[in-house]
Structures are given as structure tokens and as C-alpha cells.
């Protein structure tokens, strides 16, 4: 995490350098006398940095981050401390934006008091954005967390159903983290998952981690129960294309294979292809759209994989054209850890995609 230490006073720059020395080549200081406004100085350190910490009284700090406080799942970590290093509060973003932990951090780094408020932290449970920020999974859909976190902390009753093992959870009968909810493997559950099936389960609060879409539909007079997805990073697209394909045709195809497998496209991890699309503009501009890093494989290796898997499709018309005969299978299959196709080659206009799934254990 990179930090920014804002003092006011010669006694706050002490402190900030000690922080500075505990974490080297991760916190820039800045103290008074600023090139700036404090304001303004804190608008460009929002931009600037994943975490803030301010040595100053606490009022100070409210009046100027509050204006410019948006989104806690992309505003920095804002921790306030005393010249003194007494205490270290987490004043905002304290679970996607780690001030949390930064405030537990700081505290023991420097023998100080941590003062968090947030009332899964204060009851000892585990936060489904703390979870989701700790394992990497994507939450879906974001209104719903409020909901669910509200849910743990009142002791409703809360249904886990997951893809990743209990163990990879943190999850332990008897822990506090944990305390009054139950955690269900995803092979529990019959067949391609319906619906109904969850809610037999008897659950007005879910938590599903998934990649997979089920079927959404329930019997009729049948209670809904809030449902909070956490997609796990683990679905690898390959793509083939034709020169100058257009973004919104990438997209488009990329969106409907993940639709035919049955899997959330916010699961996606990446995006690959052959080493000939590096410069292809319509493929990196849907990568960047989608916020996924972009990754390209020689055709030699692209080459050995297929003649090592006469499974996968191949076509004689890409081969006299590219020098290998397929490319979004053995590339997608590639790209990942202990891979798995999930949906073989689709075709569509001018693209090309298949999908490989990582293990997640």
C-alpha cells in the first residue's frame, strides 16, 4: 500500500518519519509548510495514493476529507492519528480500502491505542467486504453488502454456500469470525445448481461464492431470501480475431461465451490471444473496458500445446494464415494454474473465444 503521512506540526513530522522508516519506499511525508491548501493538498493525495494518514485532531481531518469522500470501494484508506501517538482511528474505506488494517498495523508498530467503530470489528466478525477484499473476489451486487453486513452484526441467520473450501475461508466451527453462520460446500447442492435448491436451504440472508450464474427462478409463493454474490477471479477468456476488429464486437463475444457457459463475466481474470494481436487496438481496448490485464502467447508455444491435446479444435485455415492452428483454447488453457475448458471454441463475427476456469483450491 502506498502511503501518504500529512503533518501540521514538528512533533507529527517525528512521528511520520518514524512511520516512513517502517515502511521504506512506501510512504512520501508531507508537513507544514504546504505548496497548498490543506484541502487541495488532500484532493490530490486521493488520487495519488491507496492509503492517507493524518497526524492532526480528528475534526480537522472530518472537514477536509468529508467533501471530498465519494466511493468506498475506490476512496483511500483515511487514518487519523495524534502528534503524540497515542491513538490511530480508522476514520474511512476501513474494509475495501484497508484502513483497518492499517490502523491495527500502526498501532502495534508504534505502541498506540486503535480506535475502529466499524461494528463487524467491533463484534469480532468477519466483514463480507473484509472476505471479499481478503480473497480477491469481486462483490455482486454491491447494494446488497450493506444489507448482509447489517444481517451479521443483528445475528440474522446467514447462509454460506461456497466454491472455495471452508478451510481457504478462515472458516472454523466455534470462531467468532464466524459465529452463527453456516458454511456449505458447493457440492452439497445436486446438478447444475437451481435456485430452489439454495433457498430449501432455509436462509433469508446468502452468501453465494461463485463464478457460476444459476437459475434464478423460484416457485411461486416462494420467499426470496437476500442473495450477495462473491465472484472469484478465475475464468480465463482466449480470444482469436480478425485485424481491425472493433471493441464492442470483442465485448459482445466475450459477454455471450461467459453467458453459454453459465458463469459470471465478473469472474474474468484476463484476457489472452496469440502474439500477433499485440498491437491489435479493438482487443486491448476491450481488455482495458473490462479492467483486465492483457496476455499474449508465442505461436510456437500455442503450437506445442495443441499437438500435446488433439483434443482441442484447430482449423487449417488459421494455421495458413497465422503459421498455428488454433489460438483461444490452447492459449486460454495456458494462462492459468491447473486449467480446465470450460467452453470450447464459439465463433462469432470476426472473434473467436473459449473459456478456461482455474482450480480454486
Known sequence: MKLAVVALTKGGADLGRRIAQAYPEQVDLYHTPFDQPLKLLAERLFQQY?????????????????????????????????????FVISVASGHLGGANRLTTELAELLGATPVITTATDV?????????????????????????LNSALVNGEKIGVVSQLPAEKLGFAQGSSRWEGIAVHPWAKLSGELAFPEITDLGYPYLVLITNRVPDVSLPSGRAEPVVLYLRPRNLIAG?????????????????????????????????????LKKDETGLLEAARELGLPMEFFDRTELARHLEDHPELSRSDYVKAQIGVGGVCEPAAL?????????LPKRKYRGVTVALAEERLW
Open 50 to 86: 491507496q492509503g492517507i494518514v493524518f497526524i492532526m485532531a480528528l475534526g480537522i481531518v472530518v472537514r477536509v476529507v468529508g467533501p471530498i469522500l465519494q466511493d468506498k470501494r475506490r476512496d483511500p484508506a483515511v487514518v487519523c492519528m495524534d502528534e503524540a501517538g497515542n
Open 123 to 147: 463484534r469480532g466478525k468477519i466483514a463480507f467486504d473484509v472476505l471479499a477484499r481478503e480473497l480477491d473476489l469481486v462483490i455482486e451486487p454491491f447494494e446488497n453488502l450493506k444489507l
Open 239 to 275: 480470444v482469436g480475431c480478425r485485424r481491425g476488429i472493433a471493441q464492442e464486437d470483442i465485448l459482445a463475444a466475450v459477454t455471450d461465451a461467459c453467458r453459454q457457459a453459465g458463469k459470471s463475466p465478473l469472474s474474468l481474470k484476463k484476457l489472452v490471444s496469440v502474439d
Open 334 to 342: 495456458l494462462a492459468g494454474y491447473q486449467t480446465t475448458l470450460v
